[in-house]
């Protein structure tokens, strides 16, 4: 039966299939209204006898109302997922063998597939689609071959469900706002040779975990990859895996979920290699990765900052082929310990850096009846809350072996290693504990107290410890041979040492920066004091930290000078302090400032450096990284820059994949933190996290200055959860600021997410000819002017944000487009009481679609005067804004009308909405809406939208149309 929809313009659903082998002749049928396709409906053109397995479906613009059975094997292609929507269920038969499903929106339903004939290969596709509004996504069970690509699956139940499936891909999806978990895998499997894939992600606020994992049996999910996807702010863990072997966890930030970040129960060979995993809001207490009951794991070059809990908990974890280790990780700030161990056997620990954990730096706790084996070597434990390395044997049938080795326990709260009651023998069985140093922990450098046995604490006749100290060990265990005079790849530094002799010592430390920098290798500790090149005998500028070296200031005290100040203060000698020139490096806590406007507090060159809990005032850039790729940027305070906080530029090479998190920009003359080039190129300033940032008051002299800006060339990076306001008027004029205004094209791609873009002196957002853009879950309200603006932008996907009580004056709206915007998609947003219109679309503004979202003027805009709070909800006008769509929308209490179309505009479509109380009641007709245009469409023929006030006879009349067939009762989205 044909449907009769006007196809100008809409949505449609689409479905198809990849690569048909074996099918000598397909034909390609179309779908559509105009009288000129082959069917009406997409379920009659796939039951049809002349359909074939391999042929193509083809679906012309609308919407259709309809469940969907796909019987054969087929490719159903939409053409173009913002103009094709199928309101419905589509379900995959048993026994389909190639299935495509292609460019659709699928709203109110899902794709599924049930009980699918595994004997033979199967490969079903879903590409480009907008799934939302069902209970399921995407929902398959015995399915192999499966392929879910540039994908956004949201608001629905669960978001990709798949049991007992094999070899799935899971590319380029934005999977969000489920109701349970966002994708959930029930014994799921890859093989060897063709992993199960889930990559290039954005999995965030669902309602229970990101990703789970269940393979109880332990027995049936292997070989399963999560690589560059991104996980956060999920209500339950980041990603939980019960069960199953081969795991690879591979460049993946992980941030914000409720409980763990990564936790594992039952698991054999995982690996989580160079992941990003920190906690900042969350007030459960959870671990950034836990491993329990797991054997032969490798954690590699991750860093783990600001959870509630351990950094890393190890619990009843085994090597049964391998040694289990955690090497080359950053580990910061954490709520307990940075690594905790539990019932463990043959753990490594090589490599970390633990920087500020509130209890203990490495715990190795209680244990029973066994021989465990540890090693820990070439790590720094730096101000932890508690002690450096605790080892608590209390059961009397314990036997440690710990191995320290190489590693340095610097201004410790409590000791740098405390070793209580019992069997715990450090190094033990001609492996002694040697070439540690140990610098002003609290209560002591080390503390013994093994009423069984002696502990070895270093070699008679070669190596021992640097104590750093007149005091060795305190406690029983009082051996500590052959204590060396100065530190093994450890320079100490203290401005206030006087003496001209030999360095190395703690009686005798360096007295400048740039004479212990510059070595191999080498950790180096900065006394409290003042280094500066106010004297060229005190330091020469820049400091060049090269070869891996590791900076670390001595912990701020409470005295008036109790910290480490960098300062290039002579005018004729500034220069940029820090430079890091080489990977690997970190510097940790210190106030760095070059006094200048044309200089920059420290800069980074090189490669996988970490920049950590320093303070950079008073000079052009307090952060520079500059074509450079995998820097880590947390917990910096950066203010007062003549331009910006922190700035992510590359000038002849790539800058790529930093991360900037938790750091906190204001009273920066430009900008906080800006990413992109003034010399564009396709191919760099990509792929880097701006997240879970500070930024305000920046940009008191530049009239677009922001609190986050991304430049020309500034492409595919990711800024979530940062938040972005003002505490003074003029300043942070927009949140975030997207600006490719040179006409490049290049600054596309971003993914805007869950930022917090109130009360700004101009725009929460600004887009200005940027495209391809996404943005999703923001709040921006109360700010000054409008919520978001766009500027010769188009296909925009702006979904799930609230755009409520902004602007000051009449001309101020929530959403406002100006100048050619056009193919924007715009979903599920809340759009409420802003001063003047609630959207209001310009000339140019075309073939936008405003789908399910709530425009409202229910409450009062409590930035201006008006207590009327708003005009339209919304209102189009100029010339060529045509080719509108408007479908399934709520207007509640606008106080003009719900939607006005001026008479420039033509062919917009506006069904299937509900208008509640819009109007001041002033005219003696209708006033809920308003059209002065021409050829628009307010019912498609059978349908048209609800009103409050209809009479329940005849047409509704508007302007220069009518709604002919006025719906009897409101769509779903709207509760009376």
Known sequence: ???????????????????????????????????????????????????????????????????????????????????????????????????????????????????????????????????YEGSSGIDFTNVQNINIINCAIFNNNRGIDLVSCDKVLIESCRIFNNDHDGIRFRNVNGLSSDYTDIKDCFIFANGDNGIEIDDYSSSYSDYIKIFHTYVFENNGNGIRIEGGTNYLIDESPISNNIYDQIYCSNVDEIKIVKCHISEETSTQSAHGIYLGDCSDFKIIKCNISNVNNNGIHLSSTDSIDITSRVTDCNIMNVGDDGISLSNCDDIDITSCNILDAAYNGIDIGNSVNTSYDYEIEDCVLYHCGEDGLYIDADDDGTNYNVVVESSSFLWNEDYGIYISDAKALIGNSGAPSKCNNFLQNADGNAYDYCSNGTNTWGETDTWGNYWGDSEYIYGLGENAPNPLTSGVNFYYVDSDYTSSGPAGTYANPYKRLTAAVGWNDKVIAVDWGKYDNSNPNIETFPIWLNNTERLFARPEGTGANEYVMIDSENPARIGEPIILNQINCVIAGFKITSSGSNYHALTSLKNDCIIYGNEMNSSKFGIDLKNVDRNIVIDNTCYDNSHVGIRIEFDDDSTIWNIIQGNTVYGNDQHGIRLGSVNPNSDYCRRNTVILNTCY???????????????????????????????????????????????????????????????????????????HNWLLNNDCSYNDDHGIIFIDSDSIKIINNNISQNGDAATESGFYHSNACFNHLIIANIIANS??????????????????????????????????????????????????????????????????????????????????????????????????????????????????????????????????????????????
């Open 1 to 131: 039966m044909k449907i009769a929809y006007r196809s100008i313009i809409g949505f449609v659903l689409l479905v198809g299939l990849i690569g048909f082998a074996g099918f000598s002749t397909a034909t390609t049928w179309t779908v559509g209204d105009s009288g000129s396709e082959d069917y009406t409906t997409i379920q009659e053109a796939i039951n049809n006898v002349n359909t074939n397995n391999g042929d193509t479906i083809e679906v012309k613009a609308g919407i259709y109302h309809e469940d969907i059975t796909v019987s054969k094997n087929l490719l159903i292609d939409g053409e173009d997922q913002n103009s094709r929507y199928i309101h419905g269920d589509i379900t995959i038969s048993s026994g389909r063998t190639d299935v495509e499903i292609k460019r659709f929106t699928i709203f109110g339903g899902g794709i599924l597939l049930n009980d699918q004939d595994t004997t033979s290969e199967n490969y079903i596709n879903v590409t480009q689609c907008l799934i």
């Open 697 to 771: 008051d920046n940009g008191a002299n530049q009239g677009e200055g922001s609190g986050i800006y991304l430049g020309s060339d500034a492409g595919y990076n990711i800024i979530a959860l940062n938040s972005l306001y003002k505490q003074n008027e003029n300043q942070n004029k927009y949140g975030i600021y997207i600006d490719d205004a040179s006409g490049t094209s290049y600054s596309e791609y971003n993914n805007v997410i869950l930022n917090d873009c109130s009360d700004n002196s101009k725009a929460g957002m600004k887009v200005d000819h940027a495209d």
């Open 835 to 976: 001063y003047s219109h609630n959207v209001w679309l310009t000339s140019g503004g075309d073939n936008n679609y405003l789908i399910l979202n709530d425009i409202n003027g229910a409450g009062s805009n409590d930035e201006g005067d008006n207590t009327g709070n708003n005009n339209y909800g919304i209102y189009i006008w100029g010339t060529n804004a045509d080719d509108n769509v408007l479908w399934y929308n709520t207007f509640d209490s606008n106080d003009d009308y719900g939607v006005s179309l001026g008479s420039g505009t033509g062919g917009t479509l506006i069904h299937y909405n509900n208008f509640v109380d819009n109007g001041d009641g002033s005219t003696s007709t209708e006033d809920q809406a308003d059209d002065d245009g021409s050829l628009n469409s307010w019912d498609d023929g059978t349908n048209g939208n609800w009103w409050n006030d209809y009479d329940g006879d005849g047409i509704y009349s508007i302007g220069n149309e009518d709604d002919n067939n006025p719906k009897k009762s409101p769509d779903p989205q709207y509760t009376p």
